[in-house]
């Protein structure tokens, strides 16, 4: 990028890219003495990416065929893990086991029994954006987190454990087979459970602000200037794509 902040035509790559991680739930890792939890903690410090997804076996939250009240592996992800990812920004977690389809509403720190969700506005309670959504992030790291059961697309449920449905879900759709969809497109992440029969009977948004960012070779140059004009292409893009800017 020679010239930069110069001539009056600049051409900026950008690469937007998104993490997805993937976790071991099953019980030797999911601790904070763990290698898997050490090696986490630094990947999240380190990263850089616009948007976090993770996923791992078993769900902290869920009333399905498996209850996080009462089972170890939930628990433990819940109590352990949940907060590492939490205070990283980390903006959607799917999960399994369960065979049901639930989703949670846009929360955090909620690390104890189903009886102890506090459906106040964070921080005074868990649900950090009250509604449906779009909800939004004001900063990458922002706060916020969804919380996705998707176990219905082998075998859909039957049986609930008591308390169903969980208080921490905005939906909870038992006994429909379906996949979830996840699409990315800038600053919008957006999932769809689309059922068997080709409906969707879910679906939710979180959009990012402040979020754009110049970099080259991973090293941000940030430069304050005029510009008369913005063309941003190809559009639609297959992941990197170019800025030009004209002052």
């Not at 090696?39 to 869920?62: E, G, M």
């Not at 082998?154 to 038992?174: C, D, E, R, V």
Request: charged share 15%; with cysteine.
């Amino acid at each position: 990028m020679d010239g930069f902040g110069w001539a009056t035509m600049h051409t900026i790559q950008v690469r937007m890219r998104n993490s997805f991680i993937a976790l071991d739930s099953y019980g030797s890792y999911n601790n904070s003495s763990s290698a898997m939890y050490n090696w986490l903690r630094d990947d999240l410090t380190a990263n850089t990416l616009q948007w976090v997804v993770v996923y791992f076996h078993h769900p902290p939250y869920s009333k399905g065929s498996h209850n996080s009240d009462a089972s170890t592996e939930l628990i433990d992800m819940r109590q352990n893990i949940i907060p590492l990812l939490e205070q990283h920004g980390v903006d959607l977690v799917m999960s399994g086991h369960s065979h049901s389809y639930e989703r949670s509403f846009f929360i955090k720190n909620h690390l104890g029994l189903e009886n102890t969700f506090n459906s106040a506005v964070y921080p005074s309670g868990n649900i950090v954006q009250s509604g449906g959504g779009p909800f939004t992030k004001s900063s990458r790291k922002g706060n916020g987190t969804i919380y996705v059961v998707a176990g219905t697309a082998g075998q859909a449920g039957s049986s609930t454990a008591s308390g169903y449905p969980h208080n921490a879900m905005f939906k909870s759709i038992l006994s429909k087979s379906g996949s979830l969809i996840l699409e990315v497109s800038g600053n919008n992440l957006t999932c769809k459970f689309l059922t068997c029969t080709g409906s969707i009977d879910d679906q939710f948004s979180i959009q990012k602000s402040n979020t754009a960012r110049f970099d080259d070779n991973e090293n941000p140059n940030l430069i304050s200037y005029t510009t008369k004009s913005l063309v941003i292409f190809p559009n639609p893009s297959n992941g990197d794509v170019n800025i030009s800017l004209d002052n």
